[in-house]
């Protein structure tokens, strides 16, 4: 089974508008880390937020929030105020277990258009 | 935040040459480094796990004696590509975890082509 599904191989936005990009994942484990990247054409991963399986608040960082619902295993990337500087790959990721050395499971992304 | 560097940022190679590709943690030490490959439009594949001091993990499909990774001091992993064919042709990128940090940082990835 797939630990990371994406299921939105493209999606479109207007501009200022705000857009949900989905993902669902699959563990057993009780601790994993949930993450979202982003990867413009230059092709650098850039971090954009994460989620602990234990934290009970979605997290946010500035226009990203995660809309973590636990019970149903996914873990959505909101974008607010969409820009045009976010067009670009958006890969979802889970890291199982609490070591720091486990490797990261990455879906198979979704591509974002911003139009103006 | 933490950067990861990758030498070279692209290379062009003849079929049956090795290259090897570099990724450097500039700030920070790394014990663990991980090996990603990317085709066009497809998400990240793991290759291999780095260790410092300790050999590659490799996942399943991955040809350790192809691509060989070294992982000698906890600033530095090589991964080589030994006789490089066509297919080889990809997106390498590489990424560093430090301690109980839980995020990877990424290098900004390498683009080899194989003539």
């Known amino acids: 089974a797939q630990k990371i599904t994406q299921t939105q191989p493209g999606m479109f936005v207007q501009e200022k508008e705000a857009v949900t990009l989905d993902c669902t994942y699959d563990t057993s484990d009780q601790s994993y880390g949930l993450f979202w990247y982003k990867q413009p054409s230059s092709g650098e991963m850039i971090f954009l937020i994460y989620q602990g399986s234990y934290d009970e608040q979605n997290a946010t960082e500035g226009r990203y929030s995660l809309n973590f619902q636990k019970a149903r295993k996914s873990a959505n990337l909101v974008i607010s105020a969409s820009q045009l500087g976010d067009s670009a790959m958006y890969f979802c990721?889970?890291?199982?277990?609490?070591?720091?050395?486990?490797?990261?499971?990455f879906g198979t992304g979704t591509s974002l258009t911003v139009i103006p | 935040g933490a950067v990861v560097s990758q030498h070279p940022s692209w290379v062009i190679c003849k079929s049956g040459t090795s290259v090897k590709i570099e990724c450097r943690s500039l700030?920070?030490?790394?014990?663990?480094m991980f090996w990603y490959r990317q085709f066009p439009k497809q998400s990240l594949m793991l290759m291999a796990t780095s260790n410092e001091g300790s050999k590659a993990t490799y996942e399943q499909g991955v040809e350790k004696d192809k691509f060989l990774i070294n992982h000698a001091s906890l600033t530095l992993s090589t991964l080589t590509v030994t006789s490089a064919h066509p297919e080889d042709s990809s997106f390498y990128i590489c990424?560093?975890?430090?301690?109980?940090?839980?995020?990877?940082?990424f290098g900004p990835g390498t683009r080899l082509t194989v003539l």
């Open positions: 990424s560093a975890r430090i301690g109980s940090y839980n995020e990877q940082f």
């Open positions: 990721a889970m890291r199982e277990g609490r070591n720091t050395g486990n490797q990261f499971y």
């Open positions: 700030d920070f030490q790394a014990t663990t």
